[in-house]
């Protein structure tokens, strides 16, 4: 019986192994992507003097805005380690870089050329910052590239500067 079990345990455990190592194919999960425009604003005075976001999409002769809800980005920093054994417990801290981030949810967003313009606010609701740039969203692989594409997405850069670049 013992035998039996280790067998099933030992041919469940072959299941996940991935393509290529002998083990057959991996299985792709039901996480998601959703589809849309992600906007990223590097540490500096452009980042500092945001509020919010909205972010224009134009396609088919139609153009419709979003909104982008910008949040602080955050990065993890080493605390240290209580000692050098390899059981030794490590932490880190997470801490603002400074930047900020957001995404526009765009149900319908195509895998097409899109023309979009993002306008940043400031506190005082005062434009900060008006680009237009044109896009082309592309599918993510959050499993991996063996698995379906996603989204699509597309990604904006905003620089310590400013200018807005197409970050995909």
Request: hydrophobic share 35%.
């Amino acid at each position: 019986m013992r035998r039996l079990s280790l067998l099933a345990l030992l041919l469940v455990a072959g299941c996940g192994t991935s393509a290529g190592t002998g083990g057959g194919q991996v299985a792709c999960t039901e996480i998601g992507a959703p589809r849309g425009v992600s906007v990223d604003l590097a540490p500096g005075p452009a980042a500092a003097a945001a509020s919010t976001a909205a972010l224009e999409a134009c396609w088919a002769g139609k153009c419709r805005t979003y909104p982008v809800e910008l949040s602080p980005s955050t990065e993890a920093v080493d605390s240290g380690c209580d000692g050098d054994q390899p059981d030794a417990v490590c932490s880190a801290e997470v801490r603002e870089t400074g930047g900020k981030h957001g995404f526009a949810t765009i149900d319908d967003l195509p895998e097409l050329p899109v023309r979009v313009t993002l306008t940043i606010t400031g506190d005082d609701g005062a434009e900060t910052s008006r680009q237009t740039l044109d896009i082309t969203p592309e599918p993510v692989h959050p499993n991996g590239p063996h698995c379906p594409g996603m989204g699509p997405q597309a990604k904006l850069t905003v620089g310590a500067d400013g200018a807005v670049r197409d970050g995909t």
